[in-house]
């Protein structure tokens, strides 16, 4: 089955201790990408990459890395979590042209305490 | 720059009838795609339908169409006989270029109720 896959699902972690939410897709996609979302602002792209070991920043990147050391895989890092960075979390995937569907993953709801 | 707005923060329908969903968006680029997210209080963002911007016809699938009008810029959302279980927040989102680079952006969506 097609799919994006995302882990933990969820996450309740206290300021300062380093995570990684994983992100792997089976469709041999070339654009990855991390979105968040908080209420009453929508979805904001936060890195993405282009082709392994090509990546950017997006909109919202302070405070996250990113790795694409393979094409399948696309972990979200945060070296030093804080509160503001308590959403819910999205990886997506998809073919690079600008009239192809991303699809996302479930979805990794992260608290900061 | 680009943009996607999305004026209803709510809307309610009845069971069984249609319901339009609005959205605008402004953009330069002439090649875009905009799309529909479906997301249930479980959380996940599911698709639903998608047009180009050179598409000559409006996209339909199943109950749900896409009422393209690009010389207004708005790309609606239109679910035909609505069900208890499309209750959710929808999401109309646009992928173009830009500011250099390959990106999806997003409304602030639409929360839809739907009573029996």
């Known amino acids: 089955e097609a799919q994006v896959t995302q882990n933990p699902r969820y996450l309740i972690t206290v300021t300062g201790k380093k995570l990684t939410v994983t992100c792997s897709q089976n469709?041999?996609?070339?654009?990855m990408s991390w979105y968040r979302q908080d209420p009453g602002l929508g979805l904001r792209q936060i890195y993405y990459?282009?082709?392994?070991?090509?990546?950017d920043k997006g909109d919202v990147p302070e405070g996250y890395k990113v790795s694409r050391k393979e094409k399948r895989n696309f972990p979200l890092i945060l070296e030093s979590p804080s509160p503001n960075q308590t959403s819910l979390y999205f990886c997506?995937?998809?073919?690079?042209?600008?009239?192809?569907?991303?699809?996302f993953g479930p979805g990794t709801r992260l608290t900061v305490l | 720059a680009q943009k996607i707005t999305q004026t209803q923060p709510g809307m309610f329908v009845q069971e069984k009838e249609a319901v339009t969903l609005d959205c605008t968006y402004d953009?330069?680029?002439?090649?875009?795609?905009l799309f529909w997210y479906k997301q249930p209080s479980s959380g996940e963002m599911i698709f639903l339908i998608y047009?180009?911007?050179?598409?000559?016809q409006n996209a339909t699938e199943g109950r749900y169409s896409l009422n393209f009008q690009k010389a207004r810029k708005s790309a609606n959302l239109v679910i035909s006989a609505s069900q208890l279980g499309d209750s959710a927040m929808y999401f109309c989102?646009?992928?173009?270029?830009?500011?250099?680079?390959?990106?999806?952006?997003f409304g602030a969506g639409t929360r839809l109720a739907v009573h029996p």
């Open positions: 047009q180009g911007s050179y598409d000559q």
């Open positions: 953009t330069s680029d002439p090649s875009y795609g």
């Open positions: 990459s282009m082709n392994v070991e090509v990546t």
């Open positions: 989102a646009m992928r173009g270029f830009s500011g250099g680079y390959n990106k999806l952006i």
């Open positions: 997506a995937s998809s073919p690079m042209g600008v009239t192809d569907t991303q699809y």
């Open positions: 469709m041999n996609h070339e654009y």
